[in-house]
């Protein structure tokens, strides 16, 4: 789980210090952009695509839901499976993505991510471990830990702090959280 954690990280960590993809957050925070998650998946998938440590990825896969979990719900899409070179064919890393304007909005909509991951049928489970990816306007002055901690105790969920990681996008005014 943490060697998955580190991968995970390190694919963020790169994809945010290309200089052409701070350079879009820049006119995204000056022109005021919302919605821009699509755009962001696009150029993410194209990333990973071409990273030497990837050997396939697949976007919006649809997974069933396990009705007695999610009512009315049949069918759910994660935004990346992810599967490192040198692992099974059948084991993915599953990736949601979250943007927001603001970093507690957004954490709580990486909380209903990880609620959504659980609803999945067993039967259709191929996912060796989940992640969410959160990107927001760096909120200075506010404890992303501590909001962190508030969201996961409202919705049941324990993180375990050595499995987070949140950090800013250099030459940005954004940040980023992984967990």
Known sequence: MKGDFEFVLSLAEGFFEQEEVQRKFDLIKQHEFTGWEIWFQIEFASFLQQHEEVSETIREFGYSIDKRMSGHQERM????????KRSSRSSYIALEIKQNQSASSCVKGMMG????????????????????????????????PEIISKQSELVGVEL????????????????FTLL
């Open 113 to 144: 991510d990880i609620q959504k991951i659980w609803k999945l049928k067993q039967s259709e489970d191929d996912l060796r471990s989940m992640w969410c990816l959160g990107i927001y306007p760096t909120a200075t002055g506010k404890n992303i």
């Open 77 to 84: 899409y994660i935004d990346f499976l992810i599967r490192k």
């Open 160 to 175: 375990p702090d050595n499995l987070i990681s949140t950090k800013e996008i250099p030459n940005t005014s954004f940040s």
